[in-house]
């Protein structure tokens, strides 16, 4: 499984970004992915993941209401809407599957997760 991730950059605090994430064989091959982030000095966190079994998705506290998952099952791609951006989005963004993953919870929770996408680095600042 390749997985690459895009869209990051510079935003302003309360600006907005879409990252998107190549992901071939999702759906056939995998049904869960989600996006997770690194930010310095911190634990890598699952933030967002999304089941296309049963398109259920999963947010942690620190981004719902802000960010939203979404797939483009057709291509092949999920993407992460984030809005009102704030420093401590400030981070590496990666996403992510395990095939022996089923569910979006599971998955954003799962300390082993085998299949990482290069990240894309997300800076929000004045």
């Known amino acids: 499984v390749q997985l690459q991730a895009s869209g990051g950059g510079l935003v302003h605090p309360g600006g907005s970004l879409r990252l998107s994430c190549a992901a071939p064989?999702?759906?056939?091959?995998?049904?869960?992915i989600g996006w997770f982030r690194q930010a310095p000095g911190m634990q890598r966190e699952g933030i967002s993941c999304?089941?296309?079994?049963?398109?259920?998705?999963y947010y942690a506290d620190s981004v719902v209401g802000r960010f939203t998952i979404s797939a483009d099952k057709a291509n092949n791609t999920v993407y992460l809407q984030m809005n009102d951006l704030k420093p401590e989005d400030t981070a590496v963004y990666y996403c992510?599957?395990?095939?022996?993953?089923?569910?979006?919870?599971?998955?954003?929770?799962?300390?082993?997760?085998?299949?990482w996408g290069q990240g894309t680095l997300v800076t929000v600042s004045s």
């Open positions: 992510a599957t395990d095939p022996a993953i089923g569910g979006s919870y599971l998955l954003c929770h799962y300390r082993y997760v085998k299949n």
């Open positions: 999304f089941s296309s079994s049963d398109d259920s998705t």
């Open positions: 064989g999702f759906t056939s091959d995998y049904v869960v």
